[in-house]
């Protein structure tokens, strides 16, 4: 009991001077407080402090870390442990030596061990801290494989997807892992309003994620990318063409991407991967001429492929056996007649011109399937009388 008056009054003392020392606004904030704090409603305190620590003038010198020191640590086992950990995150800014800052997030983690998704957002925050001031990769890797493990279980969107999915982009993008990249921050795009972005960072999403999706071992689905606002970004921009070249691949126009050479080969990463784009999209040219094909005629002869693709054709059968390991298309080779027969393509996102090439095909499949009714109707007392 003397311990907790002790604790009281310091926390009296502390609140006090900061209404005496403060202007009349904010002072009268500090006297909510102590109101809140003293008839222990503890949910309207959280509330309020939540609002309180984004002030401007909490953010200057050591202000938070003050504040969670001499206040919210008397009380702090009554917030709501994702609040108080998103209260933590503002504090833990303050701390000038950045491993200082991740021995307080580890000595609250335990605090809100009873929610996964706080404990979470503290290794995210430590991981953040690891990568951006630390540049300890291997604990940030090390993080970023613990808590996707209990994300990839968890029920819809919660409050940390958003800052993992972001952390787990800054650390692929260096490492040079394009398609881990590409998946993790379209991810990150897809938990969070993309008009709380500034211009600015959307631009450098939107170059980056482009980059990513061309460079990205086994990313050949590139319409989710070309279905994002993201990349209206780019529009106005001096990379304006990465978007028309990101449509090219997607339709495997090999044609328009060796006519853009000239702006994708300015490009240092893209220039000295230029083998490597050269068999994506020669991949997805493949990958198009089997979606153009109706389901009753998909035999693709080599020379055929070699004709879009414009390789030559001895290199046809190496190409069309990639694909068929990557599981873009299944068929069969038939290595004596120098043909493929397709029978499946990887689904895609589609752009407006595919969605409607595929209603024209659906539509002729329509007129097949009426052709055999009136077939079998004609037919039908032939067949009974067999």
């Not at 991407?257 to 994506?280: H, P, T, V």
């Not at 997805?284 to 998909?298: G, H, Q």
């Not at 299944?330 to 407006?352: C, E, F, H, S, Y």
Request: proline letters at 2%.
């Amino acid at each position: 009991m003397a311990a907790a008056a002790v604790q009281q009054s310091n926390v009296s003392e502390y609140l006090s001077k900061k209404q005496q020392e403060s202007p009349k606004e904010l002072g009268s904030v500090w006297a909510e407080l102590e109101e809140l704090h003293n008839k222990k409603l503890w949910h309207q305190l959280t509330l309020k402090l939540l609002a309180f620590i984004k002030k401007p003038e909490l953010q200057k010198g050591d202000n938070l870390i003050q504040l969670y020191h001499n206040f919210i640590q008397t009380f702090e086992n009554k917030i709501n442990p994702l609040s108080l950990v998103e209260i933590v995150a503002l504090v833990v800014e303050q701390y000038k030596d950045p491993k200082e800052a991740v021995t307080f997030l580890e000595k609250t983690e335990p605090k809100v061990k009873i929610n996964p998704d706080a404990q979470n957002l503290c290794k995210v925050l430590a991981g953040q801290i690891h990568l951006e001031k630390l540049n300890d990769l291997d604990a940030t890797k090390k993080i970023i494989e613990e808590v996707e493990a209990t994300l990839d279980n968890a029920d819809g969107i919660t409050a940390v997807h958003g800052r993992f999915y972001l952390l787990a982009s800054q650390y692929y993008r260096i490492q040079g892992d394009h398609a881990q990249y590409y998946r993790t921050a379209l991810r990150y795009l897809g938990c969070i309003d993309l008009e709380s972005l500034s211009e600015e960072i959307k631009v450098q999403h939107a170059f980056f994620l482009g980059l990513a999706a061309l460079l990205g071992e086994g990313v050949y689905n590139l319409g989710e990318l070309l279905a994002h606002s993201v990349l209206d970004s780019l529009k106005s921009t001096e990379n304006a063409w990465l978007i028309e070249l990101l449509y090219a691949f997607n339709s495997g126009d090999i044609n328009k991407f060796e006519s853009m050479k000239s702006q994708w080969g300015a490009i240092a990463d893209l220039a000295a991967q230029e083998l490597f784009l050269r068999q994506k999209i020669s991949l997805l040219c493949l990958m198009e001429m089997t979606f153009k094909r109706p389901s009753y005629n998909r035999q693709l002869t080599f020379a055929e492929i070699a004709r879009e693709t414009k390789l030559p054709i001895n290199e046809i059968e190496l190409l069309v056996m990639k694909a068929l390991s990557q599981g873009l298309v299944k068929g069969a080779i038939d290595q004596v007649a120098n043909t493929v027969n397709m029978t499946w393509v990887q689904p895609r996102v589609l752009n407006l011109m595919q969605i409607s090439g595929m209603v024209e095909r659906f539509n002729e499949w329509c007129e097949h399937v009426g052709t055999m009714e009136n077939l079998l109707e004609e037919k039908a007392s032939e067949i009974l009388t067999l």
